[in-house]
């Protein structure tokens, strides 16, 4: 019991610290949208000469233009990122956190710490902050975490008032090891297929701006020029996607494997395997989005969105709601 | 052989999706005329329906156009996951024929039309499977002319060295002091890896004459990636061949239930079911005619305070009999099926199944058997019925109906609950019913179910129902004199076992791996393009200069051109950074990483080291 409590504590303690960097985030934004709004016409002369001198005679016709837009560039310069760091840091603070509070919760109900609602939120939580503090490594998505904590600090404070349940074993249905896979890789899925919503959403945002919608004009919306151009946030979230639709895929494959053991038959139509389902059809429908004349940047993105909606109904929705073999939430 | 030429680069009109800019060709304007994205393949232009008098045959071209485009494929896609959600939403007759039955009931009106238009069996209902048949039809038109062209594909040679590098995504160039012959031939091997036979690039060596200022040059052109599009067909194939799987599973399998409790047992065959369902090519033959016993059946459950009385692990012990009469033991447990002859056995539940013993008022023995309780909760709060004929002439029929409670819990106002799944203080409560309980005219009924409200209930003075308790071995009075009954003294228990044989189970999980396979493969194999050329320039030395290429945004671009320059032998010189574009310089020279998807400055350094 002692390991549990410590546990709970643990998760409201990345939960601060999510909370920390999500300000952190924030200022660091409105400060970047604070930054002359000339800037922001500069640069998009200055990249319009880049390309100018550099592309290619017949330039691709991607709807947003050339696929390497360098993104914030230059304006960023005379703003300091300092918080923007500062955050990170916290994020990583909140990572690790998250992780040790999984990891005793484990240990406390004595299996893995994914068998119900409120244990699948905690590790997909942790899964896409850390995708973030991972991506950041490689580049830079600091852009990024103002959304992405802030979703963590949604997903834990629900996790803790909702969806809390005492750490205990599992029933016979779910003592397999396939339980480790199938719903390690469900979450894996999950998590990154909420960073890939954030950076789709932005570019919505970001595209929404740069066509002179009325609404995110507006200077509350300037952070938006400091994110990367549209193309830039599509190649980011495509990439995203697709690690994460192969994980899924490999998530109703598994489901299917457990269940012709657990339950007699690999697929019954169930209401966790019809929305599991539609998740999969909605992504695969944006990969052939992408790559159909007229659908592709914006649409596609909104394919995401979508998507991202009815991953989010077929764990929370499903579970509450519908009453399936799957009904394992312990609620 | 000089500068050879590729004009099989016809496939990228055909593959590159609509939409998406391909760099591959756009990078070359001399082959444009093969690759245009607006090459007159029928499918790439679904949206100009220029359908006017066709005829006939002309129409059914043009239907067979669209259906096959990508625009129709993503509508259908679209509305293959619309379809699906009504069955998520509304009872399902196939796993919850009761919920439909409840739901009719409730809405009688809407209730009809949902049922005519098949919405309590969406995932068989006629609308539902037209998607996904034309789906898969557009699917297997679409893919088969692709594995045509890519068959052709994958014998065509890399395309030509472009006349100038400048103003490709990622470069770099160095000088040595090998001859131009040597250098090239190094970037070649470079390139085509060191596992003879699964090069990672396809590489063609070339010669090109003296063209401007430069002089005669060796060059070298390259591609990967073709796996991609293997993949991607392999995919769809494989989502093709699971269909089919599928379907033939639904055909040739079977599926029956049965209940056994411990020291009885069943034999496979149709007739030993309680409720035996089959596809409708299944033969009875197919049926391996083995049998099987209950030995016994273990259960445990959960007594600590936060977890209490959650089920923790049911085990059956069985012995099996093959038809040539060899005997072994097995157990069943939940999530580990049994496997007989290709079938599988499940767990599927379990319970108490009390021998009820019920003698008339004249001292026959009316009724005697084990009776199957249906657990209702996790307690164990479990159900049954007990019809007992007319045996003595003149009497009426009896019917018991009432709850078994292995731990049991009696309220003060009468009612009883179970309070742990195992017996401990096991009761048994009945309430009594005389009249015509419908067993002589020989219509099936439902044992687990009594229909009372023909029946005459016992009732004390007050009017109360009168119910009859019992403890293991107990004999008490049924009220108004109609006999006794008996509780035996050990409680059997039951398990309900569902045996299942499908087999397509392989064909499927083979068809979905390969999908998966094929999926990955596709998404995540780079598609490049390698250019080198070597020369002497004009301080003597070798100037070797490499470009690359990639479909889309490639993080891993810039890399590869340094590695494929790194294989250059004898003093090299690399100068990549200087020719970089200059916003890649700029955006270099940031303090802060800046999103730069082509090139990686930092990890291309370390590369080279
Ligand atoms: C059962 C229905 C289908 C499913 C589940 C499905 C799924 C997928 C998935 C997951 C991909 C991603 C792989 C990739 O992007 O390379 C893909 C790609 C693709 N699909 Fe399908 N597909 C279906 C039907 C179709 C049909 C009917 C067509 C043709 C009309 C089609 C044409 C393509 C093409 C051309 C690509 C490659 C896009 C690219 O090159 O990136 N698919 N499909």
Redesign the pocket.
């Known amino acids: 019991m002692e390991l549990a409590n410590l546990s709970v504590l643990l998760v409201w303690g990345a939960a601060t610290a999510l909370a920390v960097a999500l300000i952190a985030f924030a200022v660091d934004l409105s400060r970047l949208s604070g930054a002359k709004v000339d800037a922001r016409d500069a640069a998009r002369s200055r990249e319009r000469v880049a390309v100018g001198a550099d592309a290619p005679v017949d330039a691709p016709v991607s709807p947003y233009g050339p696929d390497d837009d360098a993104g914030p560039g230059p304006v960023a310069g005379p703003v300091s990122r300092k918080l923007a760091g500062i955050g990170m840091s916290v994020t990583w603070l909140a990572a690790a956190l998250l992780l040790v509070a999984i990891v005793l919760r484990g240990i406390a109900a004595g299996r893995t710490p994914w068998a119900n609602m409120y244990e699948f939120t905690l590790v997909g939580t942790f899964v896409a902050v850390a995708v973030f503090v991972g991506v950041n490594t490689r580049r830079d998505v600091r852009f990024l975490g103002a959304f992405v904590t802030g979703l963590g600090v949604l997903f834990l404070v629900l996790a803790q008032e909702k969806f809390f349940i005492e750490a205990m074993g599992v029933q016979p249905a779910l003592q397999k090891y396939w339980l480790v896979i199938h719903v390690g890789v469900a979450i894996c899925a999950t998590g990154i297929f909420t960073v890939a919503f954030v950076t789709s959403a932005l570019q919505l945002l970001r595209d929404g701006r740069d066509n002179g919608s009325p609404l995110l004009g507006s200077r509350h919306w300037g952070w938006l020029d400091h994110t990367p151009a549209p193309a830039a946030l599509e190649s980011l979230s495509f990439r995203l996607n ?1 690690v994460a ?1 192969v994980l899924w ?1 490999f998530t109703l494959i598994g489901g299917a494997i457990w269940a012709e053991d657990a339950w007699g038959r690999y697929w019954g139509w169930d209401p966790k395997e019809v929305w599991s389902f539609i998740v ?2 909605v ?3 944006y ?2 989005a ?2 159909t004349r007229g659908w592709s940047g914006t649409r596609a993105a909104w394919f995401v969105v979508a998507g991202y909606a009815c991953v989010l109904f077929n764990f929370t929705g499903v579970n509450l709601i519908f009453n399936g073999k799957h009904s394992y939430s312990g609620l | 052989m000089a500068g050879r030429t590729s004009s099989r680069d016809s496939r990228e009109g055909t ?3 609509e939409g ?1 800019a391909d760099e591959f060709t756009q990078g070359e304007p001399g082959e444009q005329a093969n690759g245009a994205p607006s090459s007159s393949e029928g ?1 790439q232009k679904p949206d100009r329906p220029n359908a006017p008098a066709l005829g006939l045959v002309g129409t059914l071209r043009w239907m067979w156009r669209q ?8 509508m ?2 679209m509305l ?1 996951a619309v379809a699906a959600v009504p069955g998520s939403v509304l009872p399902q007759r196939n796993q919850d024929a009761a919920g439909v039955i409840e739901y009719l009931a409730d809405h009688p009106t809407a209730g009809e039309w949902l049922d005519k238009a098949g919405f309590f069996d969406v995932y068989s209902s006629v609308w539902f499977s037209a998607i ?1 048949i034309l ?9 088969l002319p ?1 594995s045509m062209a890519h068959y052709r594909a994958l014998r065509g040679r890399p395309p030509r060295v472009p006349s100038r590098f400048n103003r490709f995504p990622a470069k770099a160039s160095a000088t040595t002091d090998a001859s131009p012959e040597e250098a090239a031939d190094a970037v070649a091997a470079g390139l085509r890896g060191k596992i003879s036979w699964l090069p990672m690039f396809r590489v063609d060596r070339g010669e090109e004459a003296a063209r401007g200022a430069r002089p005669a040059s060796a060059t070298v052109s390259a591609e990967r990636g073709y796996l ?2 293997t ?2 067909l392999v ?2 194939l494989a ?2 061949g699971l ?1 089919v799987s599928v379907a033939t599973g639904q055909l040739l399998h079977y599926r029956g239930q049965a209940i056994v409790t411990e020291g009885r047992g069943f034999a496979n065959a149709v007739v030993d079911y309680d409720t035996f369902e089959k596809g409708s090519w299944f033969r009875p033959e197919s049926l391996v005619p083995f049998s099987m016993t209950l030995d016994n059946f273990e259960s445990e459950f959960a007594s600590d305070t936060v977890a209490f009385a959650q089920a923790r692990d049911f085990t059956a012990h069985v012995t099996v009999t093959e038809p040539s009469g060899a005997q072994r033991p097995e157990t069943i447990k939940v999530n580990h099926p049994l496997v007989v002859d290709g079938a599988k056995i499940y767990l599927q539940g379990n319970g108490f199944a009390p021998e009820i013993t019920v003698h008339d008022a004249d001292g026959e023995v009316a009724f005697s058997g084990r009776v199957t309780f249906i657990p209702e909760d996790t307690m164990y709060t479990s159900r049954g019925v007990v019809k007992v004929p007319d045996v003595s002439p003149g009497l009426d029929q009896i019917g018991l109906v009432g709850y078994f409670l292995p731990t049991a819990e009696v309220n003060a106002d009468g009612s009883a609950r179970s309070a742990f799944p195992q017996p401990v203080d096991p009761l048994l409560v009945l309430e009594v019913y005389t009249g015509d309980l419908g067993l002589d005219d020989g219509s099936p009924q439902n044992v687990y179910e009594l229909d009372t409200a023909s029946l005459t209930p016992a009732v004390d003075e007050s009017g109360e129902r009168i119910k009859v308790l019992a403890r293991p071995g107990e004999t008490v009075e049924l009220p108004d004199g109609l006999g006794t009954l008996t509780l035996g003294e050990d409680l059997p228990r039951y398990v309900a076992l569902d045996l299942r044989h499908d087999p397509s189970l392989a064909f499927v999980l083979v068809f979905a791996l390969l999908a998966l396979a ?2 990955t493969v ?2 995540f194999t780079p598609r490049r393009r390698v250019w080198a050329r070597a020369y002497v320039g004009q301080d003597g030395a070798t100037v070797v200069e490499v470009a690359g290429l990639a479909r889309g945004d490639d993080a891993g671009l810039q890399a590869e051109v340094d590695r494929a320059l790194a294989a250059v032998p004898g003093g090299v010189v690399a100068s990549g950074g200087e020719t970089r574009p200059a916003a890649v310089v700029e955006a270099a020279a940031e303090d802060e990483p800046v999103q730069t998807s082509v090139v990686e400055p930092v990890e291309t350094r370390s590369e080279k080291d």
């Open positions: 697709s639709f895929t999969w059809v992504y695969a429908a990969l052939h992408r790559t | 593959y590159v999706p998406i499918k259906l096959t485009s990508m625009r129709v494929a993503l259908l896609l293959l996904y789906l898969f039809v557009s699917l297997v038109g679409c893919i692709r991609r599009e993949g991607n995919f769809h989502l093709v269909l094929g999926l596709s998404l």
